[in-house]
């Protein structure tokens, strides 16, 4: 927001000189870019995540109502390990996911702390 500010604050400065105008519509063309892409890269890993956290769901859900029979056969540990291995995939993309932010935001300071330095 406060790249947004400075720049439309600064708009009939930059629009008189040609080399200001030039770095600002980069400036502004980089963080158009960051708004589109971020939230589609970003929702991919969200989706992924949950996607595997309801299959987990789902294989708790068996467990539950067959635990008498998992009992009997010794089978809680291969189910467990069932349940472990979604709810690790989900641990994964929720990582990947918060890389992207934290990657974004930093990006979008740096637009921000560049588009003083040009000002």
Do not use: W
């Not at 068996?62 to 472990?84: C, D, M």
């Amino acid at each position: 927001m406060a790249s947004c500010t400075c720049a439309i604050r600064d708009v009939p400065m930059y629009h008189r000189s040609g080399k200001r105008h030039d770095k600002i519509s980069v400036h502004l063309r980089a963080v158009r870019f960051l708004c589109i892409h971020l939230p589609l890269c970003a929702n991919k890993d969200t989706r992924l995540s949950l996607q595997q956290i309801a299959e987990g769901g789902t294989i708790a859900e068996e467990v539950i109502n067959t635990i008498r029979t998992a009992h009997a056969f010794g089978t809680q540990t291969i189910l467990a390990n069932l349940y472990k291995s979604k709810i690790n995939r989900s641990l994964d993309h929720d990582q990947k996911g918060t890389i992207v932010y934290a990657g974004g935001y930093a990006f979008f300071l740096f637009l921000v702390y560049a588009g003083y330095a040009l000002g």
